[in-house]
């Protein structure tokens, strides 16, 4: 049973801050790449940051760079989105993904994860 359990959305004002949390388990496989992906009313799922296992490699969109930051914590098997100068254009639901791997390689797109989680709103007000 693999779980991927997004948390902490909500809404906020614009400038403020929000930390995401993906609580993952059940993978098959230790060393896993991870990303955050979101998809805002009427769009496609597009992808927002990735991590490498070792957490020395992270990647961003260039709508978020500078503004965002993911991080994780192996021993609690969870990742994380620090979002801070939000901006109404962030409103989205937020996913969490993962894929084995334990190198730097860069994986942005949907069909590169096989695990997904269901999704944390965030509402950014003007």
């Known amino acids: 049973q693999v779980q991927l359990v997004e948390s902490g959305g909500g809404l906020v004002q614009a400038g403020g801050s929000l930390k995401l949390s993906c609580a993952t388990s059940?993978?098959?496989?230790?060393?896993?790449?991870a990303a955050w992906f979101r998809q805002a009313p009427g769009k496609e799922r597009e992808f927002v940051a990735g991590?490498?296992?070792?957490?020395?490699?992270?990647y961003y969109a260039d709508s978020v760079q500078g503004r965002f930051a993911i991080s994780r914590n192996n021993a609690k098997n969870t990742v994380y989105l620090q979002m801070n100068s939000l901006k109404p254009e962030d409103t989205a639901v937020y996913y969490c993904?993962?894929?084995?791997?334990?190198?730097?390689?860069?994986?942005?797109?949907?069909?590169?994860?096989?695990?997904w989680g269901q999704g944390t709103q965030v509402t950014v007000s003007s």
């Open positions: 993904a993962a894929r084995p791997g334990s190198g730097g390689t860069y994986y942005t797109r949907i069909i590169d994860y096989n695990y």
């Open positions: 991590i490498s296992w070792s957490g020395l490699n992270t």
């Open positions: 059940g993978l098959t496989f230790t060393n896993y790449v």
